[in-house]
């Protein structure tokens, strides 16, 4: 009797810890990469790096989004060499705002390897944002090299300028049921590019005609885009927005879009064992 009741603790102990490890590895961490070679801008003043990063806590930055992401679970990183082995190991990869030749003497631009590498990898289920920028404040010559192999194209122009404190001049507030703009009636966005569509490209938001946001689902992975850095630090939260914007609402159903669409087995090592 003895002997049947310790075999049943064994059983049971080890049946724990078998779903434990299961568990441990199906619901293992999700990793945004956010891209710091194609922007490379160094403040003139520290000489440190500086804008759309991480660990900008200006508004410069993308140090609160970084927040958001961290509170939804998953880890955040900072890409400085974008190869096939980098991106194995992450689940999104985040380009912002590639350097023109005013921003950086030498920029890294996107050449024909990185998009092999990065076309690629979305095919094999990779979530890629890009938040480009307008003109003449973004280097749009290769980035569009990128983006034409999923159907996008950014067009060099300046659309929804803001002079001074006039917020209204970047509202946009006539959306799609798309889940961006889930429980959001207004977003800010100040000085954006439109994006010309191809394939199998859709709108995710359209004014005027002209399409300042697209997505496309390419092979297993998915690709999201717009015209601006759009959500870093200043225009995030209320330090400067009026509280009738909602683009912290908006950066929360972002990243649980990107993070929706990683697929079942991404092409992430270790991800899923």
């Known amino acids: 009797m003895n002997n049947q009741k310790t075999l049943k ?32 801008e160094t403040n003139a003043k520290t000489g440190k790096p500086f804008h759309y990063l991480w660990t900008d806590t200006e508004w410069s930055g993308y140090s609160r989004w970084g927040e958001i992401y961290k509170s939804r679970g998953a880890r955040i990183t900072t890409i400085e060499i974008p190869d096939a082995e980098t991106l194995s190991k992450i689940d999104v990869y985040i380009i912002v705002d590639p350097d023109t030749t005013t921003e950086s003497k030498s920029p890294n631009y996107i050449l024909p390897k990185d998009v092999k590498t990065i076309k690629k990898w979305v095919g094999k289920g990779g979530v890629l944002a890009i938040l480009a920028n307008d003109a003449p404040n973004c280097e749009f010559t290769h980035l569009n090299q990128l983006a034409r192999q999923f159907g996008m194209t950014f067009n060099h122009v300046t659309l929804h300028p803001v002079t001074g404190t006039s917020w209204e001049m970047g509202a946009s507030k006539n959306f799609t049921g798309h889940p961006l703009f889930k429980g959001v009636s207004k977003i800010y966005i100040k000085e954006v590019s ?19 946001i697209a997505e496309n689902r390419y092979g297993k992975g998915y690709v999201f885009a717009i015209g601006d850095p759009w959500i870093y630090n200043e225009y995030i939260d209320h330090d400067r927005l009026p509280e009738s914007f909602e683009n912290r609402k908006a950066a929360e159903n972002l990243t649980d879009l990107l993070l929706g669409r990683i697929p079942p087995n991404p092409p992430k090592g270790g991800l899923k064992k």
Do not use: C
């Open 9 to 40: 603790r064994h059983f049971l102990l080890m049946s724990l810890l078998i779903s434990g490890f299961a568990l441990q590895y199906s619901f293992a961490q999700p990793v945004v990469g956010l891209d710091n070679w194609f922007n490379r």
């Open 194 to 212: 439109d994006i010309n569509l191809s394939e199998n490209a859709k709108a995710v938001l359209t004014e005027n005609g002209k399409v300042l």
